[in-house]
């Protein structure tokens, strides 16, 4: 006994598999921000997260995530929050400097963590 509907089965699941393992790639734009976010970063108006992302790629020449960590860490002391272009108010310092290194050494320079 033949069964016709089995030669289509076969080509969808073949279908189905290409696709596994294949899905878009990332959005270094969209993931840096959500990780600025998540850490409790706000920029300052006029500052966008946009124009800022397109800032932190100045900071890929430090070398490192933990280099751009210490360059951060000097910017996100709480009195200087109304001074600079994306605070991370309320937040711990050091770990809001951490994440903005990581983040943006992955994303922004697109260097593995």
Known sequence: MRCPGLPALAVLAAI???????????????????????????PNAPHTYDEMFESSKNFCAAGSALAIAGLARTALDPAQADEVAMPAPGQNADA???AYGDATWKWACGRAQ
């Open 16 to 42: 189905a598999l290409a696709g596994c393992g294949s899905e878009a790639p990332a959005d270094p734009k969209a993931e840096w921000t959500a990780a600025m976010k998540s850490a409790g970063f706000k």
């Open 96 to 98: 809001a400097a951490k």
